[in-house]
């Protein structure tokens, strides 16, 4: 934490990109539930809507690897609850996908980027999350997405099976992210889904 101060007092870019995943560091800190450092991050003036190179926000990253404190921290902000990430897919659907589909998804996930997965934390964390971003979208504290606003519907279909890597899980990989992940795992989804 003394780190990201003495950043912030220097005058760092708090925008400046990870070169492998264009995350600011306020993603980052998100990621990791690093919530007191996203709350001084936050006070210097830290984009709530800055994206990495999935198209992910700070919210969108802090839901996904469980961190209700950070979550409940950026909701506080005004974080835009209908945040989408790269294909379209919202932040609300990802989190009510069912654990079976996307159980996988994390364990690959959480192996990818080096961090622990302890299933039962998350299993039980997600469906709370969701009820907090649901309750935030209830209050109608965040506008409505653009898939909403063009008429489209949401991409849950594509959460309907489990997902199972084609390769083994093998030590850390630091280039893939969860949303390349869900990348591959919509693949198939694409290929024969109706025109939106």
């Not at 993603?27 to 539930?33: L, T």
């Not at 003036?45 to 800055?50: F, I, M, T, V």
């Not at 919210?59 to 945040?83: G, S």
């Amino acid at each position: 934490m003394a780190a990201v101060k003495q950043h912030i007092a220097a005058g760092t870019d708090l925008e400046a990109r990870d070169n492998g995943s264009g995350s600011t560091p306020l993603v980052i800190a998100c990621v990791m539930g690093r919530t007191e450092a996203a709350e001084a991050l936050i006070a210097a003036g830290a984009d709530l809507e800055a994206k990495n190179n999935e198209q992910t926000t700070p919210l969108y990253n802090a839901a996904f690897f469980c961190h209700p404190e950070t979550v409940e921290l950026l909701l506080k902000h005004k974080a835009n609850v209908n945040t989408t990430d790269k294909n379209g897919t919202p932040l609300v659907d990802v989190m009510a996908a069912s654990w079976e589909a996307v159980a996988g998804i994390y364990q690959f996930v959480y192996s990818a980027i080096g961090l622990e997965f302890d299933a039962e934390e998350i299993k039980t964390t997600r469906p709370l999350l969701l009820k907090m971003l649901k309750e935030h979208v209830a209050k109608g504290s965040a506008a409505p997405s653009a898939m909403v606003r063009n008429g489209l519907r949401p991409r849950s279909q594509a959460f309907a099976r489990p997902f199972r890597p084609s390769q083994p899980l093998t030590g850390p990989c630091t280039t893939m992210t969860f949303a390349a992940v869900f990348e591959v795992f919509c693949r198939g989804d694409r290929d024969g889904r109706e025109n939106r």
